[in-house]
């Protein structure tokens, strides 16, 4: 059974910064793909950043040079650090492993 906990999410003001992190129980972390995804009220869910088991990495259009995903093995946990933060960042986050387990969320909220 895979559990994934995110923590992280808060109030900024936009210009500022955030980490999420996302832990994962079991033993499928570190052959896995993980993900975030954002969805906004009254939005679809937006998939922003996933990292393979290797580390590769891809982003949303939306967020890439502002959004970097990383994941320690060692630790069974994802990242997501956010900079420069905007009012549309404004959302629930998930994170994901192989898109076929998902976390509770965390709610990032970005101040004007």
């Known amino acids: 059974q895979v559990q994934l906990v995110e923590s992280g999410g808060g109030l900024v003001q936009a210009g500022g910064s955030l980490r999420l992190s996302c832990s994962a129980s079991?033993?499928?972390?570190?052959?896995?793909?993980m993900g975030w995804s954002r969805q906004a009220p009254g939005k679809q869910r937006e998939l922003v950043a996933t990292?393979?088991?290797?580390?590769?990495?891809k982003y949303a259009d939306s967020v890439k040079g502002r959004f970097t995903i990383s994941r320690d093995n060692a630790k069974n946990t994802v990242y997501l650090q956010m900079s420069s933060l905007k009012p549309e960042d404004t959302a629930v986050y998930y994170c994901?492993?192989?898109?076929?387990?998902w976390g509770q969320g965390t709610q990032v909220t970005v101040s004007s």
């Open positions: 994901n492993m192989r898109a076929l387990y």
């Open positions: 990292i393979t088991s290797s580390g590769s990495t």
């Open positions: 079991g033993r499928l972390f570190s052959i896995s793909a």
